[in-house]
């Protein structure tokens, strides 16, 4: 029956990644729909059921690394995709846990390879994505908690990328759990705070930045207050006993 549920989804996600030129994401496009829900929990003790899934996919992108042949959506998918992947395998590598702040500097730690090099959390964000200066990537990655940005549970491709930076920009912007946006009141994610640089797009800013998506325009008179971050970990409820979980 496994085999089957697998063998159904390869058949619906090829017709969708097929126009994938240079690299294709069916392995990770499979993970994410077995084990990811609509809304973006996810269930790790299943990502570790298929790990197969996971580490194949580590291979194929172990020996694809982007060059300057491909598009930028076709590199900015790929980078997006790889750091959400190694994220799960950080979090599953030390399964259970509470929180990915429970690990010894987690997005400093060179722990997977690309092409021979070995690369951190920190790298592929601050070092390759952050450069694409385009401040909706800060949506699309996810840091295993529950104040981040939702894991989406396809696989970014070049061909969905544009709408999907849109859609999770958009969506976590609304979101009334990590932004509370109201005429008498501005409550926002520290990720605007962290990443205020990344926001200049443009000759724009943070407040210009969210009023492009948010359904309620913050007025130029509001003061800016930004949330705690719940940094517990972004999970399905799990099956084992003897951990307790906030």
Same mark, same amino acid.
């Given at each position: 029956?496994?085999? %089957?549920? #697998?063998?159904?989804?390869?058949? #619906?996600?090829?017709?969708?990644?097929?126009g994938? $030129?240079?690299?294709?994401?069916?392995?990770?496009?499979?993970?994410?729909?077995?084990?990811?829900? /609509?809304?973006?929990?996810?269930?790790? /003790?299943? %990502?570790?059921?298929?790990?197969?899934?996971?580490? &194949?996919?580590?291979q194929e992108?172990?020996?694809?690394?982007?060059?300057? =042949?491909?598009t930028?959506?076709?590199?900015? +998918?790929?980078? #997006?995709?790889?750091?959400?992947?190694?994220?799960?395998?950080?979090i599953? &590598?030390?399964?259970?846990?509470?929180? @990915?702040?429970?690990?010894?500097?987690?997005?400093?730690?060179? %722990?997977?390879?690309?092409?021979g090099?070995?690369?951190?959390?920190?790298?592929?964000?601050?070092? @390759?994505?952050?450069k694409?200066?385009?401040?909706?990537?800060?949506? +699309?990655?996810?840091?295993?908690?529950?104040?981040?940005?939702?894991?989406?549970?396809? +696989?970014? =491709?070049?061909e969905?990328?544009?709408? +999907?930076?849109?859609?999770?920009?958009?969506?976590?912007?609304? &979101?009334p759990?990590?932004?509370?946006?109201?005429?008498?009141?501005?409550?926002i994610?520290?990720?605007?705070d962290?990443?205020?640089?990344?926001?200049?797009?443009?000759?724009? &800013?943070?407040?210009?930045?969210?009023?492009?998506?948010?359904?309620?325009?913050?007025?130029?008179?509001?003061?800016?207050?930004?949330? $705690?971050?719940?940094?517990?970990?972004n999970?399905?409820?799990?099956?084992?006993?003897?951990?307790?979980?906030?």
């Amino acid at each position: 029956m496994k085999k %089957f549920t #697998i063998l159904f989804i390869a058949l #619906i996600t090829y017709t969708t990644l097929i126009g994938q $030129n240079k690299f294709d994401h069916t392995n990770w496009d499979q993970a994410l729909l077995l084990n990811v829900s /609509e809304n973006g929990f996810v269930d790790y /003790e299943g %990502f570790m059921r298929n790990s197969y899934l996971l580490y &194949d996919y580590f291979q194929e992108l172990s020996e694809n690394k982007p060059d300057q =042949t491909w598009t930028r959506n076709e590199r900015m +998918a790929y980078w #997006i995709n790889a750091y959400n992947a190694y994220t799960i395998k950080l979090i599953i &590598d030390s399964y259970p846990l509470k929180s @990915i702040t429970n690990l010894k500097k987690p997005w400093k730690k060179k %722990f997977f390879k690309i092409d021979g090099e070995w690369y951190s959390l920190n790298d592929l964000e601050h070092e @390759i994505l952050r450069k694409f200066d385009d401040p909706r990537i800060h949506f +699309a990655i996810n840091c295993a908690s529950i104040s981040c940005p939702v894991v989406w549970n396809r +696989a970014y =491709t070049a061909e969905n990328l544009q709408r +999907a930076l849109d859609r999770q920009t958009k969506d976590f912007i609304n &979101d009334p759990t990590r932004n509370e946006i109201t005429s008498s009141k501005v409550r926002i994610s520290k990720i605007f705070d962290w990443f205020r640089k990344d926001f200049k797009v443009n000759d724009g &800013d943070v407040i210009k930045f969210i009023n492009t998506y948010s359904n309620v325009k913050i007025t130029e008179n509001q003061n800016l207050e930004y949330a $705690n971050y719940n940094w517990g970990l972004n999970q399905v409820l799990p099956s084992y006993e003897g951990i307790v979980l906030d």
